[in-house]
């Protein structure tokens, strides 16, 4: 009986079929008057056609990526100037670096944060260094943030507390850390700053916006503020030389911001920040390329060599560098290779202007680098092979001895002096020396000095002698 009465409920119930969606007029009319728009907001309208741009965007994209196969686009062509995408380009990182710059640390800031470091670390009784443990340091983060604000929070991540040596109580010093945000923030700042007078946003600074940096520079450099103003643009333009040569290896024209962020000129000029010269010595003074001290006296040299006084360098002229000791073959491979040839095209018209001396200075004074050995070895290398064989060491050495004999020095054999660089080096070629041995062997400086200066080779003749003088005063 229940049996039946169900079966028969079920078969009236699909007898009465549910009409579909589509054929009922109100979702006709609802449909129709949603897909008109006249039922959204504008904001949904705005979206909507939002929503439609960047689908056609995106095909044609797509359209385009099919035609042009798997090679993907690889050059994009800069704005014009004074176009309405180059105005929102340079809007747009001008907000950008302003907002990067408000949140770098301020130098009330980083007081606020070493007097927190301070409070709230504890003594060594064996060192007496101020250290602080990880409980420590996110406690102090934690003071640094009411006091300071978020903007400190990112120095006190776990990782960071992981970069510094610790002891056995698994503390770490809170003078390092101290230094580490500080030279993050100073990091920051210079990399904003370069960015900004990056004219072109390609990551690069050409010589005159270096040279703008520079002296945007000078005024919170101590060391630099009381430089007379006309000698203002020889120094930026001495200064900024350093940074390309080191920076620009190809001498393409310009220096990879980053390269620059990392390199140790950086850190040389910014030494320049220490408050009293009383403390640094001349010597140290005179070594340091970004020194007043150091500009007067490139310009000096540069003036005193410069005979005729029109504003190059002779052969003639140059071989009075260093009171004469470098060697007339090596004097005629720079002008071969790092001197330009004057426009007239005459034979006497290759001269060395002033870059090109800034060139030659900083690769004589930093011989160990790779970039001045670099400048020394296209010299060493007489017939551009790239290497050095036997015969050209002993072309080479042969002005040096005939200056060492002149100096009146006791007679060497060449070929005493030629083995000897031979052990020096190891290259491994036997039979040839190319600028990867030099480097590898740590003493390129040292033998290139000893091929092209009679000094350099009489300072490595001598080098126990002298060695000696070095460590009686210390022992005094």
Same mark, same amino acid.
Request: include cysteine.
């Given at each position: 009986?229940?049996?039946?009465?169900?079966?028969?409920?079920?078969?009236?119930?699909?007898?009465?079929?549910?009409?579909?969606?589509?054929?009922?007029?109100?979702?006709?009319?609802?449909?129709?008057?949603?897909?008109?728009?006249?039922?959204?907001?504008?904001?949904?309208?705005?979206? #909507?056609e939002t929503k439609r741009i960047l689908l056609d965007i995106f095909k044609e994209k797509q359209q385009k990526s099919a035609e042009a196969g798997t090679i993907p686009?690889?050059?994009?062509?800069?704005? $014009?100037?004074?176009?309405i995408s180059h105005r929102v380009q340079r809007l747009a990182k001008?907000?950008?670096?302003?907002?990067?710059?408000?949140?770098?640390?301020?130098?009330?800031?980083?007081?606020?944060?070493?007097?927190?470091?301070?409070?709230?670390? +504890?003594?060594?009784?064996?060192?007496?260094? $101020?250290?602080?443990?990880?409980?420590?340091?996110?406690?102090?983060?934690? +003071?640094?943030?009411?006091?300071?604000?978020?903007k400190c929070r990112r120095f006190f991540s776990p990782s960071n507390f992981m970069k510094f040596e610790k002891d056995e109580s698994g503390r770490i010093a809170i003078l390092p850390f101290y230094l580490y945000v500080m030279r993050t923030v100073s990091l920051t700042q210079a990399r904003i700053d370069m960015?900004?007078?990056?004219?072109?946003s390609d990551g690069f600074l050409q010589p005159h916006e270096m040279e703008a940096y520079i002296r945007g520079l000078i005024p919170n450099l101590a060391q630099l503020r009381d430089m007379p103003a006309q000698f203002v643009q020889m120094y930026c333009r001495i200064a900024a030389h350093k940074f390309f040569f080191f920076c620009d290896p190809h001498?393409?024209?310009k220096a990879c911001i980053k390269k620059v962020l990392l390199s140790n000129c950086l850190q040389e000029l910014m030494e320049l920040h220490q408050e009293s010269e009383e403390e640094v010595t001349d010597t140290?003074?005179?070594?340091?390329?970004?020194?007043?001290?150091?500009?007067?006296?490139?310009?000096?040299?540069?003036?005193?060599?410069?005979?005729?006084?029109?504003?190059? #360098?002779?052969?003639?002229?140059?071989?009075?560098?260093?009171?004469?000791? #470098?060697?007339?073959?090596?004097? $005629?491979r720079v002008f071969d290779e790092h001197v330009r040839r004057g426009k007239s095209g005459g034979g006497n018209?290759?001269?060395?202007?002033?870059?090109?001396?800034?060139?030659?200075?900083?690769?004589?004074?930093?011989?160990?680098?790779p970039e001045g050995l670099t400048y020394l070895f296209r010299c060493l290398d007489l017939h551009g092979r790239g290497y050095l064989t036997t015969a050209d060491i002993h072309s080479l050495f042969r002005d040096v001895h005939q200056k060492w004999i002149e100096g009146g020095n006791y007679e060497l054999c060449i070929e005493d002096v030629r083995d000897e660089i031979w052990d020096m080096v190891k290259p491994t070629d036997p039979l040839k020396i190319t600028l990867s041995d030099l480097?590898?062997?740590?003493?390129?400086?040292? +033998?290139?000095?000893m091929l092209i200066d009679v000094r350099g080779f009489w300072a490595h003749d001598n080098r126990e002698n002298l060695l000696q003088e070095e460590e009686e005063p210390e022992e005094e």
């Amino acid at each position: 009986m229940y049996s039946g009465s169900s079966d028969g409920e079920s078969h009236e119930a699909a007898q009465r079929k549910i009409p579909p969606a589509s054929s009922m007029p109100w979702v006709r009319n609802l449909r129709r008057y949603i897909g008109s728009g006249a039922g959204l907001g504008s904001e949904a309208l705005m979206e #909507l056609e939002t929503k439609r741009i960047l689908l056609d965007i995106f095909k044609e994209k797509q359209q385009k990526s099919a035609e042009a196969g798997t090679i993907p686009s690889f050059y994009k062509k800069k704005p $014009e100037e004074g176009s309405i995408s180059h105005r929102v380009q340079r809007l747009a990182k001008y907000r950008f670096l302003n907002k990067q710059s408000d949140l770098l640390l301020n130098a009330d800031d980083l007081d606020a944060m070493w007097v927190c470091l301070r409070e709230n670390c +504890v003594i060594d009784d064996a060192t007496g260094a $101020e250290k602080m443990n990880y409980e420590d340091f996110c406690h102090i983060a934690s +003071v640094c943030t009411e006091q300071i604000g978020p903007k400190c929070r990112r120095f006190f991540s776990p990782s960071n507390f992981m970069k510094f040596e610790k002891d056995e109580s698994g503390r770490i010093a809170i003078l390092p850390f101290y230094l580490y945000v500080m030279r993050t923030v100073s990091l920051t700042q210079a990399r904003i700053d370069m960015s900004e007078l990056d004219e072109d946003s390609d990551g690069f600074l050409q010589p005159h916006e270096m040279e703008a940096y520079i002296r945007g520079l000078i005024p919170n450099l101590a060391q630099l503020r009381d430089m007379p103003a006309q000698f203002v643009q020889m120094y930026c333009r001495i200064a900024a030389h350093k940074f390309f040569f080191f920076c620009d290896p190809h001498r393409r024209g310009k220096a990879c911001i980053k390269k620059v962020l990392l390199s140790n000129c950086l850190q040389e000029l910014m030494e320049l920040h220490q408050e009293s010269e009383e403390e640094v010595t001349d010597t140290e003074q005179a070594e340091n390329w970004f020194s007043l001290t150091s500009a007067q006296r490139i310009c000096d040299m540069f003036l005193a060599l410069d005979k005729d006084m029109n504003g190059t #360098l002779s052969k003639q002229e140059l071989r009075e560098y260093a009171e004469g000791t #470098l060697t007339e073959i090596f004097i $005629e491979r720079v002008f071969d290779e790092h001197v330009r040839r004057g426009k007239s095209g005459g034979g006497n018209a290759r001269e060395m202007d002033f870059e090109s001396f800034l060139d030659f200075v900083l690769a004589l004074e930093n011989k160990d680098t790779p970039e001045g050995l670099t400048y020394l070895f296209r010299c060493l290398d007489l017939h551009g092979r790239g290497y050095l064989t036997t015969a050209d060491i002993h072309s080479l050495f042969r002005d040096v001895h005939q200056k060492w004999i002149e100096g009146g020095n006791y007679e060497l054999c060449i070929e005493d002096v030629r083995d000897e660089i031979w052990d020096m080096v190891k290259p491994t070629d036997p039979l040839k020396i190319t600028l990867s041995d030099l480097l590898s062997c740590k003493q390129g400086g040292t +033998v290139a000095s000893m091929l092209i200066d009679v000094r350099g080779f009489w300072a490595h003749d001598n080098r126990e002698n002298l060695l000696q003088e070095e460590e009686e005063p210390e022992e005094e």
